[in-house]
């Protein structure tokens, strides 16, 4: 049985590239090679090959290991802080009615 391939529409499939395409930039700005980031990351070069590809399977805890060895994982706090239409959201439910607290239960 082989592995479910992850579809991803075109224009999120360019965004998975270009933040491979960001690694791979900065691994070699560092003059890193593929083989010296992939052992210091504890992955295989074919990992760190779909992870700079920006293959859609790669394993989250994949990028952030080559993030770390970067000296990049700060950056992972970026992702989703900037929240408009969640905030939005958050907004337009606070003028709902609150519920009412619940009932005390009296100890003897």
Do not use: Y
Request: aromatic share 0%; no cysteine; net charge positive.
């Amino acid at each position: 049985m082989g592995r479910k391939s992850t579809l991803l529409l075109p224009k999120h499939a360019r965004l998975l590239e270009e933040v491979g395409e960001n690694l791979r930039l900065a691994r070699l700005r560092r003059k890193l090679s593929a083989e010296q980031v992939a052992e210091r990351a504890g992955i295989s070069r074919s990992t760190l090959q779909k992870v700079e590809k920006g293959d859609p399977s790669t394993a989250f805890g994949n990028i952030l290991q080559v993030l770390m060895i970067l000296g990049l994982e700060k950056d992972i706090l970026h992702l989703a802080a900037q929240d408009p239409l969640g905030r939005k959201l958050q907004d337009a439910g606070l003028a709902v009615p609150r519920r009412r607290a619940p009932k005390r239960t009296s100890s003897p």
